[in-house]
Structure formats: C-alpha cells, structure tokens
C-alpha cells in the first residue's frame, strides 16, 4: 500500500472529500475512521485505510489494516 502518498492529508480535517482523497492515495479499497477513544475491531482486513482523529476532528495518524 502507497500509505506515504496518504500521508499528506495528515493533520486535515477528516471531511468526506479529504478522506476519499486519503483513500485512492493509499490505493484503499475502504477506509474507517476511528475517534480517540472509539472502540474498533482488531481485525485485520487488507485493502482498508484507517485513519485515526484527534479530538478535533483532524487526521492525526494514518494505518492500514
């Protein structure tokens, strides 16, 4: 996965488009976004972004998965 291309949305707002854009980047076929504090499946699924928010709202960490 070309995760370092989704990078440059790291520290966006996590707004529909900026996470499709954070999507095709990482060549994704889903992706999840995950709250602090969220509880979320430790399943591994191959071809899903994840994509972890600050308290903001903001991307703050982006992981695959």
Do not use: F, H, W
């Amino acid at each position: 996965r070309a995760l370092g291309a989704a990078d440059k949305n790291s520290g966006k707002a996590a707004d529909t488009a900026t996470v499709e854009a954070a999507r095709k980047a990482a060549g994704a076929e889903r992706v999840r976004t995950i709250k602090p504090g969220q509880a979320v499946t430790m399943d591994y699924l191959e071809g899903r972004l994840n994509l972890y928010l600050d308290a903001s709202g903001n991307i703050a960490r982006i992981g695959c998965g």
